[in-house]
């Protein structure tokens, strides 16, 4: 079935250095890939998503780069600070049956060093 | 707006007993999901709707039922409870699919224990 591979689990950065995390999605139609950001028990939120006719999106700090081909999308976190701290999951849209939902990744648990 | 909304926020529940887990939002989204979030894990659907009075399994729908009578409201209902069913459980819904409409906006969690 459908599934989103999610690296790495764990990510340990100094602050003020870059993360980078990486999905790879299987089902060639998805074409919305969203970032969640869940902070240690809250809810996840929305921070950046990206769609398939773009193949990079910024804002601020945070950036996400697609690439349809080799079905992979990734989470760039530049200048990082400690409260970026969190555990960060990227999703895929998949479409069966003719209905629309999302696969989630298994989640990276980003930790910003002082 | 108060966006998602879940109650209760902690439950305790014993083997074989029952219970809703409440789940309504105020943003007139057409879709709305269930997910369960087990510790140190991703998040798993459970069951979906994409309008009232239309419901769909996802990927671990064993031991659960749903039902969407209006537009707001979506409960999710374990009739057996059992101590796989322990988990964080997260209500999201969405205005639809399509440009500007897919984003699911996510619920505050209810985290139920089974023992």
């Known amino acids: 079935g459908e599934n989103v591979e999610q690296h790495p689990s764990t990510l340990s950065v100094q602050e003020g250095d870059s993360a980078v995390i990486k999905c790879t999605y299987s089902?060639?139609?998805?074409?919305?890939f969203p970032w969640y950001k869940q902070e240690l028990g809250k809810r996840p939120q929305l921070i950046i998503d990206i769609r398939s006719n773009v193949g990079e999106k910024k804002d601020q700090r945070i950036a996400v780069t697609l690439n349809k081909t080799a079905k992979h999308f990734s989470l760039h976190i530049t200048e990082t600070q400690p409260e970026d701290s969190a555990v960060y999951f990227c999703a895929a849209s998949i479409t069966t049956s003719g209905t629309y939902k999302y696969i989630f990744g298994t989640g990276t648990r980003l930790k910003v060093l002082a | 707006n108060a966006g998602v909304t879940q109650t209760p926020k902690f439950r305790i529940l014993k083997i074989g007993q029952s219970m809703t887990l409440q789940c309504a939002q105020d943003?007139?989204?057409?879709?709305m999901y269930w997910y369960r979030q087990d510790p140190g894990m991703g998040l798993k659907l459970i069951y979906y709707?994409?309008?009232?009075?239309?419901?769909d399994k996802g990927e671990v729908p064993n031991g659960y039922n749903v039902s969407r009578s209006t537009t707001e409201d979506f409960p999710l209902r374990l009739e057996l409870a059992a101590p796989s069913q322990t988990s964080v459980y997260f209500c999201?819904?969405?205005?639809?699919?399509?440009?500007?409409?897919?984003?699911?906006?996510f619920g505050p969690g209810t985290r139920l224990t089974v023992l």
């Open positions: 089902d060639s139609a998805s074409n919305y």
């Open positions: 709707s994409v309008g009232a009075g239309i419901t």
């Open positions: 943003m007139n989204h057409n879709y």
């Open positions: 999201a819904s969405s205005y639809g699919r399509g440009v500007h409409t897919d984003t699911q906006y």
